[in-house]
């Protein structure tokens, strides 16, 4: 384990761009394991979820700049 990063994950279903922010253990340069943290499929739909890795890079977003997970890794 590299560390602990904060990534953040598109939400989808929604009507403008939404990002939920989530726990990740950095195993890479740019890729990133989303951590097991509580996540209600019932309430909101994330493009990845946890357990999944994914590459990330930083994006603008209208509140300033985040590193957002962009691809799941294949084979994960």
């Known amino acids: 384990m590299i560390g602990d990063a904060e990534v953040y994950v598109a939400l989808l279903d929604e009507a403008v761009e939404a990002w ?6 950095r195993i890479g340069d740019n ?3 989303i951590l097991i943290q509580p996540y209600d499929r019932s309430i909101e739909s994330w493009e990845f979820e946890p357990g999944d890795v994914v590459l990330c890079e930083t994006v603008d977003v209208a509140g300033g700049r985040i590193l957002a997970a962009r691809s799941k890794v294949a084979g994960t």
């Open 31 to 33: 890729t990133y394991r």
């Open 20 to 25: 939920r922010p989530v726990r990740a253990e």
